[in-house]
């Protein structure tokens, strides 16, 4: 089993860590396929109700190990097949029902970018930096961050990240939308924490399925979203739980009107 990602459960709760601190948690070939793995292991989990992505060491990720390309006897044909591998398990979260929340500490470079926004929230430090720097190097943007970014921050603002060699703080992050919040480096993990038990100790299966909604939204016709969310909602509502919090919901509202 490769340390390089590390899984823990408890309860309904999974943990994944990028756990390449010496190298800034950049992903290299063999953590690559990892990362693809522990993806469909958890979305298949029917037992997995959040998802907390964090990373040791003082940074979350500087994307790929471009080290490890650079010393290795890999080509293009090599990187290209990490890439897809690594694309596959971002996919396979994003499009999941499984909400995840982010732990972002540090430095967020080129590809780190992509896997943090796979996350659906992100909890940063305020000492956290954000940059891209593929075009310092001479590469073009991948796991996922020409989607994802602008998606996230909008056209201008991902070019502007892309197309010089800018580094934002932060604050920058947040107002840009790039990040949900930010507290003080100390309570990231506790923060990220309760967000995911937030998740866990209410309606869970709603707030996945709402997750799955948003991501799954852009790529697809507006009919067809609304077919689906039509569907959604009926099946949500013949739920148990669901029909206890709805008669709930009414009990207390026909209280109020009293």
Not at 104 to 119: R, W
Request: aromatic share 6%.
């Amino acid at each position: 089993m490769s340390d390089s990602i590390l899984l823990s459960r408890e309860g309904g709760l999974a943990r994944v860590t990028f756990n390449r601190p010496a190298y800034l948690n950049a992903m290299d070939f063999e953590m690559g396929r990892r990362w693809r793995d522990v993806a469909h292991e958890l979305t298949s989990d029917d037992s997995v109700g959040a998802v907390i992505l964090d990373a040791a060491g003082p940074a979350f990720c500087a994307g790929g190990d471009v080290i490890a390309m650079a010393t290795s006897e890999a080509g293009g044909a090599d990187v290209t097949e990490t890439a897809h591998i690594i694309h596959d398990g971002i996919r396979t979260f994003a499009l999941s029902d499984k909400p995840i929340v982010a732990a972002v500490q540090g430095a967020v470079a080129g590809g780190g970018l992509g896997l943090m926004l796979t996350a659906d929230y992100i909890v940063a430090s305020e000492s956290a930096k954000f940059v891209s720097k593929y075009a310092n190097i001479g590469l073009t943007p991948d796991l996922g961050v020409s989607t994802l970014l602008p998606a996230a921050i909008g056209q201008r603002r991902a070019l502007a990240l892309l197309l010089q060699d800018r580094t934002i703080d932060a604050a920058t992050a947040l107002d840009w939308g790039l990040v949900s919040e930010i507290v003080p480096p100390a309570e990231v993990a506790d923060r990220a924490r309760a967000v995911a038990e937030f998740w866990l100790a209410n309606a869970t299966a709603a707030f996945g399925e709402a997750k799955r909604l948003v991501r799954v939204g852009a790529d697809r016709a507006f009919e067809t979203n609304l077919h689906d969310e039509a569907a959604t909602i009926g099946a949500r509502f013949d739920t148990d739980e669901s029909r206890a919090r709805v008669a709930a919901f009414a009990a207390a509202s026909a209280k109020r009107s009293s």
